[in-house]
């Protein structure tokens, strides 16, 4: 995980969406166990309470479980794991749009430019 931190958005959810990624791109797999608060927040540089704050808003959102004694997981739950990607994926559509009209570019150029670059990728 990348431990840097933008300063105009809390760590905590920017934690939340660095655990969300990992979860949608199959990095952390459905029932995989995390590990302990404490080693998390060690992991990433930041207050246990930070990363507590961030488990919890996950367990809050379905994306991940606590089994008493045993720990977190991570959701089972295709749906739920579905829909976050969805979300990722609309998200940065979103922000990539506004920054694409931003230079003054029209939806046909905008579209050519994807079709461009995705054939780019598929013959390198």
Request: charged share 30%.
């Amino acid at each position: 995980m990348d431990t840097s931190f933008r300063s105009n958005e809390p760590i905590y959810l920017q934690l939340m969406e660095r655990f969300k990624l990992s979860i949608a791109s199959g990095e952390l797999l459905p029932g995989d166990k995390l590990r302990s608060v404490r080693d998390l927040a060690i992991w990433a540089g930041v207050n246990p309470n930070t990363m507590q704050r961030a488990l919890s808003e996950l367990e809050r959102d379905g994306l991940i479980y606590t089994q008493r004694t045993s720990g977190k997981y991570v959701t089972e739950d295709a749906e739920i794991v579905s829909r976050v990607k969805t979300e990722l994926a609309e998200a940065k559509t979103a922000e990539y749009l506004r920054y694409m009209r931003s230079l003054g570019l029209s939806s046909d150029e905008i579209s050519a430019f994807i079709s461009k670059k995705e054939d780019e990728n598929a013959n390198s």
